[in-house]
């Protein structure tokens, strides 16, 4: 089982931006679907991105895709999530998640098979103050 390490939440005023990065140790980084999930408080964890390491594809849920950016750097095995023009209901903890099982496809094929993420970072805040 590998590991992963988030870094870059923090607090911001509506209309920043953040980026988000997650390291991986421990896994054969081309076989992964990564995958960026949130959680506000008092919601349900929610998967809002997703990319296939080996083949680049990338998704990201409509509700933020004109804000949000997932992208990766096979070198560093760091997937990253670029937010820009934050809102105040993008606050909640941010975790990184891996899936072993399901890459190869299409970064559509990992958001579906989300119950397929069993690796998950420590988390990271993000406050968007208003």
């Known amino acids: 089982q590998g590991q992963l390490a988030e870094s870059g939440g923090g607090s911001v005023q509506a209309g920043g931006s953040l980026r988000l990065s997650c390291t991986t140790s421990?896994?054969?980084?081309?076989?992964?679907?990564m995958g960026w999930f949130r959680q506000a408080p008092g919601k349900e964890r929610e998967l809002i991105a997703t990319?296939?390491?080996?083949?680049?594809?990338?998704y990201v849920i409509d509700s933020v895709s004109d804000r949000f950016t997932i992208s990766q750097d096979r070198a560093k095995e760091t997937t990253s999530l670029q937010m820009n023009n934050l809102k105040s209901e993008d606050s909640g903890i941010y975790y990184c998640?891996?899936?072993?099982?399901?890459?190869?496809?299409?970064?559509?094929?990992?958001?579906?098979?989300?119950?397929?993420?069993?690796?998950w970072g420590q988390g990271t805040q993000v406050t968007v103050s208003s």
């Open positions: 421990g896994y054969v980084y081309r076989h992964l679907c």
């Open positions: 990319i296939d390491t080996d083949g680049g594809s990338d």
């Open positions: 998640a891996a899936d072993a099982e399901s890459w190869g496809r299409s970064a559509r094929y990992c958001y579906n098979s989300l119950r397929d993420f069993t690796s």
